[in-house]
């Protein structure tokens, strides 16, 4: 299970790459001010993802940036048995670097959906109220945002 | 899932972020400082003692605030009703003992503040490796609690709270203090580097300050100036 701080780090480093400690920051922060706003009923990570996301978007917006984002990727730690040989690993990792470069392309709202369902691993409800839209939505911008992403990558990668 | 959705996931595992190591304590700052001019530089470094005065109370806020703060093994207590009988009970203090052996578990003398006389009760209980012990009297209604740890220097001071929240700068027998009034919660940070959140169990207002090496804190049906008053009595 991905941890909400953890959740909150990808998601905001999906939208403003290495400013995401501060923007997870600043939005725990806003978070923690508007916990009476909180309905005791409602799941919790997506109303701190939600503000995450729009604390994510106000310093994107305010610094301008339109250009592609630059986002990296760790390599695996080759551990046990189960460790893959360098040259897979190598493919792997080439893969990984391929789709971030792939992902830093598309536009906010594009990595924003997609960083809800895949990297913060939210349901298709949850990411709905992080986006602030009906769930019917999310499965049209998910769509809509893979085949955007589709376009930015090496031909045949990831062809299912 | 699809082979991108499954790459989708795995660079969600491998993606370069900041680790993020220092949010605990950055939010926990940055939700105790008050960008108020009021707080001045001596307030800040005597004061260390709250690093947020969390004023949220009730079951929905606390134990999200120390998931998302990952601030690991910190109780945080609701605020109990009033008990009937003994002044202690239902206050969440430990168990009632003797004064006496209250300083023997403790592992430290515990001055009486002469202004409040012999204590009603005395109760210890344990936080981690910590032993705190607590006096309670019945009229006034006061509740003096021991720490044996000073207050960390670098922790920053302030509110986090209702607009009416007051944090004033005090001065008890020489040595810098903090009077909060209209709060439920205070965490401590100490020079320890524990870090204790606590609701306030008799009213909404507390005098923090460190004695020697220990840090105290008086709640009480008292105001300020009374407060002080028992505060500078301690013996």
């Known amino acids: 299970m991905v941890r909400h701080r953890e959740a909150a780090l990808r998601v905001a480093y999906a939208l403003v790459g290495p400013d995401a400690e501060d923007v997870v920051q600043d939005a725990f922060v806003k978070a923690h001010r508007s916990l009476d706003r909180f309905r005791v009923d409602a799941p919790f990570r997506p109303w701190l993802l939600r503000i995450v996301s729009n604390e994510g978007s106000n310093r994107r917006r305010a610094a301008g940036r339109?250009?592609?984002?630059?986002?990296?990727?760790?390599?695996?730690?080759?551990?046990?048995?189960?460790a893959p040989s360098p040259e897979e690993a190598a493919v792997a990792q080439e893969r990984r670097e391929a789709l971030a470069a792939a992902l830093g392309r598309l536009a906010d709202g594009d990595r924003l959906v997609l960083a809800c369902r895949w990297f913060a691993q939210l349901s298709e409800l949850e990411t709905a109220e992080v986006l602030g839209c009906r769930p019917g939505t999310v499965k049209s911008r998910l769509s809509r945002a893979t085949a955007r992403l589709r376009q930015h990558l090496p031909e045949g990668m990831f062809d299912d | 899932m699809t082979d991108l959705e499954l790459a989708l996931v795995d660079l969600g595992d491998h993606l370069d972020h900041p680790a993020g190591d220092r949010l605990p304590v950055a939010v926990a700052a940055a939700i105790a400082v008050d960008p108020a001019p009021k707080l001045n530089r001596t307030r800040r470094r005597?004061?260390?003692?709250?690093?947020?005065?969390?004023?949220?109370?009730?079951?929905?806020?606390?134990?999200a605030i120390a998931d998302w703060l990952?601030?690991?093994?910190?109780?945080?207590?609701?605020?109990?009703?009033?008990?009937?009988?003994?002044?202690?009970?239902?206050?969440?203090?430990?168990?009632?003992?003797?004064?006496?052996d209250a300083e023997r578990g403790a592992g430290f003398d515990i001055p009486i503040p002469a202004a409040l006389g012999e204590p009603d009760e005395v109760w210890v209980r344990r936080n981690g490796i910590r032993v705190i012990a607590s006096l309670v009297w019945d009229d006034p209604r006061a509740l003096l609690t021991y720490i044996d740890a000073g207050i960390a220097e670098e922790a920053v001071v302030d509110k986090f709270s209702r607009q009416d929240t007051i944090i004033e700068e005090v001065t008890v027998d020489g040595e810098p203090g903090l009077w909060i009034d209209g709060v439920h919660e205070v965490a401590f940070s100490l020079d320890d580097g524990d870090v204790l959140i606590e609701s306030l169990r008799l009213a909404d207002?507390?005098?923090?300050?460190?004695?020697?090496?220990?840090?105290?804190?008086?709640e009480a049906d008292l105001d300020r100036d009374a407060s002080l008053r028992v505060a500078e009595s301690v013996g």
């Open chain 1, 66 to 82: 339109r250009a592609a984002l630059a986002l990296r990727v760790v390599a695996d730690r080759p551990s046990g048995d189960a």
């Open chain 2, 46 to 63: 005597v004061a260390a003692a709250v690093v947020a005065v969390l004023a949220v109370g009730g079951a929905v806020a606390s134990p």
């Open chain 2, 70 to 100: 990952g601030l690991r093994g910190v109780e945080v207590h609701q605020e109990p009703a009033p008990a009937p009988g003994r002044v202690g009970v239902g206050l969440d203090l430990g168990r009632q003992v003797t004064l006496a």
């Open chain 2, 205 to 218: 207002r507390v005098l923090l300050w460190e004695r020697g090496p220990l840090t105290l804190r008086l």
